[in-house]
Structures are given as structure tokens and as C-alpha cells.
């Protein structure tokens, strides 16, 4: 085939050809067909604008673009975004290496401890290579609606989770035991399972997970006497991140009442104690991850991360600002909020704020961070009217996941994302579904989780008048003045 019927592809320092076809593909699925992974939250439709490359010096869309012979395609770098991969170490007495993963919707970290020891070796964070096919579950969940769909969303991560434990640990025969966590439809897609049920009322998984298959059936080159757990689900939107954090938290075994928050696109929580929880998820959307926004991006070199009440910010990297990252969103509105630019309604004075020429936050941003700080509001207090609880009885409120670790608590309470009244009950807890699988490396840690999933009562939100109606009130900005200045 002559050089003039392929596309050049250029990544950082290398360069590769691909061949044009002439069924209809976009540049975008040329790419993932390639195994070239690129950013599209929206799962290739054209509204968040994040799968911008460059072809032939012209900024283009690669899911609105059509491969052309010829083309030149140069790819933004990657691999500068902020992972979680904190650790903790587990009981002591096992034989071999074990291999804890964590599959969240955005991000992938992958744990190898020394079992008999009980100490984490390596770690190593990425984004999760579905990340292609869509931001969020619900669009995972269509892309998997097609047997093929369902095969390259499967492949793709478990080839990913098979590099990055080859990095970690090149003879995979080495490892005795893997335990995994995630959301249902992560767990549902690693295995092979197809999760359309749980994408139409009501919502049901095909399993809730909680048992051991042999590694191998799994996971290429891994020992046939190698055993992978996968955490125990308690319903097709809380998952086994969700067991997996109440176990390493601590909140599952709480004498006093405790409020879990993974704040994320799709936002779970429980409230309860030792005796038992109430748990519920809210489809928050992206808008955290910085999906959805015109501006937006993950946390990575460039992206403005931090806002203060006067409105300067700060840029991670120590670079130019060229986008902004969830944290910085919020912390934004609530600057914006303080200083009367942006009313309670969500209504800005201007069509954008810009904090460079570059740089900005739309009426339409502010719109979608409402959507999705209504949606977890919401969903706490359901929780609270389902526990019969106060404010003041929450004796403690975790924040787990790779965002909540950024999160600013003053400015998510001056917006409402969080009540006002928890500001100084308030503590992160890290990446705790990485926590808790590293955990599930164990026995007691997997006869803890059997239990947790048992105590746990699921409560559906979609259907929920109780829910509706805290939604509706959760859009306003009408607290901010109720969050004292530092």
C-alpha cells in the first residue's frame, strides 16, 4: 500500500501509519481500532470537545473528522494527570504477591503487595482505557449494547490491567491472588458480562459479584492455581468501589453515624453505622472530571486547579492556564458567588468569566456543575430523611475517590454540594476502593466485605418523590453566604 493511503500519526517522539479504510470510520474510532487511546467523555457525539488533535496544523475534532490518505495527526501528550494510588498495608500471613486493582470510571490504579508481609511494593496509576468509548457508565452501557461493543470494552481493559501488573511485576506468574473493585458496570464489562439491565429500570445486574474465579479465565499469563475475587456489588449503581470503601474507611464498622461520599460522575454514598447502611448512587455526570465543561480537563499540567475568594488561581504544573479542572471549577463558583458576579440562581453577569485569553467558565459551565452538585445534595438528603437523621447527629463525613482528594471543602459547601452545616466534620479518605481491594487480598478483609454488602439497604433514586423534590431545591446557590470566610 503506497504512503499516501495511510494516515501519519504522531505521539509525543513517535510516529506510526495506519491505514485508511473505506468503511466510514471516523478518526477517532481509526485511533481506538488502533489501539491509540483518546480522550472522549461524551463517547464520540461532539459535545465535550475533548478529543482534539491536531491534523495537518489544524485543531480538529477526531470524532467529527474523517481519515484521510495523507492526513498528518499529531496527538496532545498525555500522562501528566493526578491518579490516586495511596495504599495501606493489609494482614500479614499470605504466600506470594498479590495484585489489588482498582477500575474506577476514569482513572485505573493497580496495587502489587508482598502477601506474607502485608506491604504494598509498586503502584502505578492510568486512565482507564474505556475512557474512549465515554465518560460515564451510561454511555459505556450503550457502547456495550452490541456484542462487539461489549468485546472491545472488555478487551480493553483487561489487556490494560494485564500491562500495567506486567510493569509492575514482569512474570505475572508470580502472583497468587488478585482482587478487584469497582462499580457494577466496571466489574460487569471486566468480566464479560453484558450490563444493558442495568442501564433500564430496574436496573438490574446480571451479578453482585463477591466470588473467586480462576485468575487465568481472566487475565492472560497468570498462574492457573492464581485465584481473582472480584467485590461484592449491593446494587446494579453501588458497587463493589463502594464495599470496597466502606470497608477501608472504617465506616462500615462506625459506632456513631457516618456519611461515605465517592463523589464522581456517578456519585454513591451511604449513611448509617455498624448496624447497617443506607446507600444510594445520583448520576451526577462528568462536569467533576472536567468533562462537559469548554474549558474543562482532568487534573493534569495546565489546568487550573485552585480558585481563592479574589479570584486568582493557580495552575498545575507551575505552567500557563490552558484549561480547568473540577476542583477549580468549583472553587470558581464559589469565588464567583462571594463576589456577586454569579447570583443564586446560577445566572452570570456575562456570557463567560475569563481568567485568561484562553480560559473561561460559560453560563452553560455553570449550568452542568448545578445539574451535578444538585444531584449529590439531593441524594445526602435522602439519605438523611431515610435515616431519620440530623445534621448534627453525622458524626463524620468521608470523602473518597481521585477527586474528592482535591475537592475544597469551604468552597463545595458554599455551593451546596455539601451542607453547610458538615463543614468541620469533614475528612478525605483517599482512593478507598483501591484501599479496600487491597484488602480483599486477604480473608478477613473478603468475610468483612460479605458482610458490609449484607447491612447494606439500597435505595433506587430515579423513582424516588423524597429524591425529585430535594433535586429541585438542591439547584439553587442559596447558602454560600451561610459558609463563613477563613
Not at 509525543?12 to 489501539?35: I, Y
Not at 474505556?130 to 449494547?145: L, P
Request: glycine share 10%; net charge negative; charged share 20%.
Amino acid at each position: 500500500m503506497a504512503s499516501s493511503e495511510y494516515v501519519t500519526v504522531k505521539i509525543a517522539n513517535e510516529e506510526m501509519r495506519l491505514p485508511v479504510g473505506d468503511n466510514g470510520q471516523t478518526l477517532l474510532e481509526l485511533l481506538r481500532d488502533n489501539d491509540i487511546v483518546v480522550s472522549a467523555p461524551c463517547g464520540g457525539n461532539g459535545t465535550c470537545k475533548q478529543c482534539k488533535v491536531s491534523v495537518n496544523g489544524e485543531e480538529v475534532l477526531a470524532c467529527q473528522t474523517a481519515p484521510q490518505a495523507g492526513m498528518v495527526v499529531v496527538l496532545p501528550e498525555t500522562g501528566n494527570e493526578r491518579i490516586l494510588t495511596d495504599h495501606m498495608d493489609i494482614p500479614k500471613g499470605g504466600k506470594g504477591l498479590g495484585l489489588a486493582v482498582d477500575i474506577g470510571t476514569t482513572t485505573t490504579a493497580v496495587y502489587i503487595y508482598d502477601l506474607e508481609a502485608g506491604i504494598c511494593l509498586r503502584t502505578k496509576g492510568a486512565m482507564n482505557a474505556q475512557r474512549a468509548y465515554g465518560a460515564d457508565v451510561i454511555s459505556r452501557i450503550q457502547h456495550a449494547g452490541t456484542p462487539q461493543g461489549l468485546a472491545e470494552l472488555r478487551d480493553v481493559i483487561r489487556q490494560q490491567i494485564m500491562d500495567m501488573a506486567r510493569e509492575l511485576c514482569p512474570d505475572l506468574g508470580d502472583i497468587t491472588y488478585v482482587s478487584i473493585a469497582g462499580n457494577t458496570v466496571m466489574e460487569h464489562l471486566f468480566a464479560g458480562l453484558d450490563p444493558t439491565g442495568i442501564g433500564v429500570a430496574p436496573f438490574t445486574p446480571l451479578s453482585l459479584f463477591g466470588e473467586e474465579y480462576p485468575a487465568s479465565d481472566y487475565l492472560e499469563g497468570f498462574s492457573p492455581d492464581c485465584r481473582l475475587y472480584m467485590c461484592p456489588a449491593v446494587a446494579g449503581y453501588v458497587g463493589g468501589d463502594i464495599t470496597a470503601g466502606l470497608l477501608s474507611s472504617g465506616a462500615a464498622q462506625s459506632e456513631r453515624e457516618v456519611l461515605f461520599i465517592d463523589v464522581g460522575t456517578n456519585g454513591e454514598m451511604a449513611m448509617g453505622d455498624r448496624n447497617g447502611l443506607a446507600c444510594c448512587a445520583t448520576a451526577a455526570g462528568p462536569a467533576f472530571e472536567g468533562a462537559e465543561i469548554e474549558c474543562g480537563s482532568m487534573a493534569q499540567d495546565g489546568a487550573i486547579n485552585t480558585v481563592a475568594d479574589d479570584l486568582t488561581f493557580t495552575v498545575l504544573g507551575d505552567t500557563e492556564a490552558k484549561s480547568i479542572c473540577g476542583s477549580g471549577l468549583i472553587d470558581a463558583v464559589a469565588a464567583l458567588l462571594r463576589n456577586e458576579i454569579l447570583d443564586e440562581t446560577g445566572l452570570l453577569e456575562e456570557e463567560q468569566y475569563m481568567f485568561n485569553d484562553r480560559v473561561y467558565i460559560s453560563r452553560k459551565d455553570i449550568r452542568n456543575l448545578q445539574l451535578a452538585k444538585a444531584a449529590i445534595r439531593a441524594g445526602i438528603e435522602t439519605l438523611l430523611k431515610i435515616r431519620k437523621a440530623s445534621y448534627e447527629e453525622i458524626n463524620e463525613v468521608l470523602i473518597a475517590g481521585g477527586f474528592g482528594a482535591y475537592m475544597n471543602v469551604k468552597s463545595a459547601c458554599t455551593i451546596g454540594l455539601l451542607p453547610p452545616g458538615l463543614i468541620n466534620k469533614t475528612r478525605y479518605v483517599g482512593n478507598s476502593a483501591g484501599k479496600g481491594a487491597s484488602m480483599a487480598l486477604t480473608p478477613e478483609g473478603r468475610a468483612e466485605l460479605k458482610v458490609i454488602a449484607e447491612k447494606c439497604m439500597y435505595e433506587e433514586l430515579s423513582s424516588s418523590s423524597l429524591f425529585n423534590g430535594e433535586y429541585i431545591n438542591a439547584m439553587m446557590f442559596d447558602e454560600w453566604e451561610e459558609v463563613e470566610d477563613d
